[in-house]
Every structure is written in C-alpha cells, then in structure tokens.
C-alpha cells in the first residue's frame, strides 16, 4: 500500500473521494440529465405529464435541501474502469473502491442492495461476492484514472435482456429486439429512459457494451454515421408508444437511445438492451497520478 504523505494512504484517499462521490450521485442528477428532463418538460402539453416532471424537479430539489437520497433504491454500485497502465496506485484500486462504497453505505446513506445469491441473505453493506461490480479497462501510456459510477436500480435493471440473433435477422432484427423490449419492460423503469444497445457477437459481449452505452453523455452520438440514424430512428420508435413520464403517457418515452458496437461474428448478431431511469444517477470523476480530481459529470462539485 503506497503512502501519499505521512497520514492518508492512496488507498483512503481514494476510498474517502469515492465515498463521498457516491453519495453526491444519490441525491443530486448529473448535469445532461437534469437539462434532458427540463427539454422533456417543456415539450409535453398534457397537465398530468407536466405536473409528474414536475414532482421529479422537486424531488431533486428536496432531495439536495434534505440531504437524502432521491431514490429509495440506490442500486448496486457499478464502477467503469478506465485505469492508465500507470496510474501508480492500481493495486489498491478494487479494495479502494469496494471500501468506498462501505462508506457511502454509512454516510449518504444507501439501501441496503446486496442479496448472497443462494444463500438468501442481505449482507447489510452494500458489498457482497462480486459486489460492487468492477469493470476494468487498461488504457496504454496513461498514469490516469478515470471511473464511471453507476447506481444499478431494481427497476431501470428490470429491462435488460440480450440474445444473438441470425445473421438473416439484420438491423430489422435488432429493431424488433429492442422495441418488443421496450414495449413489455419499459413502463417497469420509471420513464422517460436512457435507452442503451449493444450491437456485437454473443450476448456477453453485446450485455457489457449496452450498458456502457448508457455512461456516455445525453446528447452524444455513435461515432459511425449509421449507428448514429439507428439510434434516433429507435428513438423516435420508442417515443411513438408513448410512455411519458413514470408512464402515465405523454409524448416522450426516452431521453435518449445510445448504441455502442464492435465488430462481430459474420454468422450472429449479438444484441443487448439496457435501460437507465429518469432518476439515472452515475458520474464520471478522473484521478491523476497524485489523486487529484477532476468531476465532469456535475459542475460545482468539490468533495
Ligand atoms: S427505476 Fe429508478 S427512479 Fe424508479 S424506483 Fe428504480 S431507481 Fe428509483
């Protein structure tokens, strides 16, 4: 364990700042998600649909004034690892991170999400075998580090299915995937949802990027130009069911419809979906190499 200075180790540090970071995400929506709301609000006329985003302003507000969670499920904890191949500290980063989330059990404070599969119990911590989950990737000729945190609710999970499809099956295929999904699942999520696909060879594969789709920010695009029309014709599908918000109807059902792909078996198609809820809490913090950080997901923020 490497020592920063004579007191804090790198491992509390980085403990203490996740920590706290965590319980920020419970209670305050990143940036593109509070804006995304306000556009969704403007644009529906009916006074039911109008009066429900309204309750979810109010809830962040209360929420931040309070000093609570603005959900009652907090989710699992999910952490997206973007780490440098020298970053110094990637020892001590998964005891970091769990440790973290242990904090933020205490302080924010958190439901209590970890179920031991089998052997039906709650830990009571928020930690358990494989929780919180870690997802690594190791970036090459960097000494950063750079976390995607994400509140895993029970309801905006609900909907996550994936399967490979025949080769025959296409984009139509994908298509009807996503949208019989959407149409049996969605309502389960608390609309309007971030919508992600995972376009790739087996369902593992097409699972993992669906839901890094949904830590990119609303607004952005699939880099290639076809993905990027997929992805709003899904949106304007999905919208013409007509959810609104918490689906009590309305005009719009998605904040948005992401697709990240790889390229893949000449014979599968692998197809995931996975959905975020109108309360989608994650946040995007990077670390240098002496753990300073930076916190691009919501502005103002010092921990
Ligand atoms: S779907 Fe989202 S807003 Fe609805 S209960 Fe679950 S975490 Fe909360």
């Known amino acids: 364990m490497e020592t920063l200075n004579n007191e804090v180790t790198a491992q509390q540090k980085i403990t203490e700042t996740?920590?706290?970071?965590?319980?920020?995400?419970?209670?305050?929506?990143?940036?593109?998600?509070?804006?995304r709301l306000v556009e969704l609000e403007k644009e529906e006329v009916a006074p039911l649909s109008k009066v429900v985003y309204q309750s979810m302003m109010d809830n962040q507000d209360k929420a931040m004034k309070l000093n609570?969670?603005?959900?009652?499920?907090?989710?699992?904890?999910?952490?997206?690892?973007?780490?440098?191949?020298?970053?110094?500290?990637?020892?001590?980063?998964?005891?970091?991170?769990?440790?973290?989330?242990?904090?933020?059990?205490k302080n924010a404070p958190l439901r209590h999400n970890s179920v031991e599969t089998f052997d039906e119990y709650n830990t009571g911590k928020n930690i358990g075998k494989g929780t919180p989950s870690i997802f690594w990737d190791i970036v090459p000729n960097s000494d950063k580090l750079e976390l995607?945190?994400?509140?895993?609710?029970g309801g905006c999970t609900l909907p996550g299915k994936s399967m490979v499809l025949m080769p025959s099956a296409g984009y139509e295929g994908i298509t009807k995937f996503v949208l019989d999904v959407m149409t049996e699942y969605g309502i389960n999520a608390c609309p309007p949802l971030l919508v992600g696909v995972g376009v790739?060879?087996?369902?593992?594969?097409?699972?993992?990027?669906?839901?890094?789709?949904?830590?990119?920010?609303?607004?952005?695009?699939?880099?290639?130009?076809?993905?990027?029309?997929?992805?709003?014709?899904?949106?304007?599908?999905?919208?013409?069911?007509?959810?609104?918000?918490?689906?009590?109807?309305?005009?719009?059902?998605?904040?948005?419809?992401?697709?990240?792909?790889?390229?893949?078996?000449?014979?599968?198609?692998?197809?995931?979906v996975n959905t975020g809820c109108w309360s989608h809490r994650r946040g995007h913090i990077i670390f240098d190499k002496n753990l300073n950080y930076e916190i691009t997901s919501h502005t103002g923020v010092t921990l």
Not at 18 to 35: E, T
Not at 231 to 241: H, Q, R, T, Y
């Open 18 to 35: 996740v920590g706290k970071f965590i319980g920020l995400i419970g209670k305050r929506l990143p940036d593109d998600v509070g804006k």
């Open 68 to 105: 609570r969670p603005s959900c009652q499920d907090t989710g699992v904890i999910q952490f997206f690892i973007k780490c440098g191949a020298n970053f110094p500290f990637i020892g001590d980063l998964e005891e970091a991170l769990t440790e973290s989330v242990l904090e933020a059990t």
């Open 148 to 153: 995607d945190v994400y509140m895993a609710g």
């Open 200 to 272: 790739a060879t087996s369902v593992e594969t097409a699972a993992i990027l669906s839901k890094k789709a949904l830590m990119r920010p609303i607004g952005s695009h699939n880099p290639n130009e076809r993905a990027a029309s997929m992805e709003k014709l899904l949106e304007d599908g999905i919208n013409s069911i007509g959810l609104g918000p918490q689906g009590l109807s309305g005009k719009k059902s998605v904040m948005g419809v992401h697709i990240e792909n790889s390229a893949r078996h000449p014979s599968t198609i692998g197809v995931a």
